[in-house]
Nanobody, 123 residues
Framework: QVQLVESGGGLVQAGGSLRLSCAAS????????MGWFRQAPGKEREFVSL????????YYADSVKGRFTISRDNAKNTVYLQMNSLRPEDTAVYYC????????????????WGQGTQVTVSS
């Protein structure tokens, strides 16, 4: 059983930055792919970014490419999402999730989820 706990959300002005963290416990963190998803009010959960188990490959949704950076520290069992140049449309609850697949942007492929952290970007 893998437990995931996100932190780092908050309120920020447009153009600002936040860094989200997701601490994992249980399971074998280093052998699992990690993803970030987000869900805005009234919208479906959407893929944001993922990083493969060794950190060698990263993928981003087009909407965040060039602004967000995903990374992981397997020694700390933690995955990060650095978010720069934030926009009001980035406002959402951000979730980290874990998968045993090498790559997937499909939320259904992720079997463990955190509780989410709220990110609010004011204009």
């Amino acid at each position: 059983q893998v437990q995931l706990v996100e932190s780092g959300g908050g309120l920020v002005q447009a153009g600002g930055s936040l860094r989200l963290s997701c601490a994992a416990s249980g399971g074998t963190f280093s052998s699992r792919g990690m993803g970030w998803f987000r869900q805005a009010p009234g919208k479906e959960r959407e893929f944001v970014s993922l990083i493969t188990w060794g950190g060698g490959d990263t993928y981003y949704a087009d909407s965040v490419k060039g602004r967000f950076t995903i990374s992981r520290d397997n020694a700390k069992n933690t995955v990060y999402l650095q978010m720069n140049s934030l926009r009001p449309e980035d406002t959402a609850v951000y979730y980290c999730a874990s998968t045993n697949l090498y790559y997937s942007s499909n939320a259904a492929s992720y079997d463990y989820w955190g509780q989410g952290t709220q990110v609010t970007v004011s204009s």
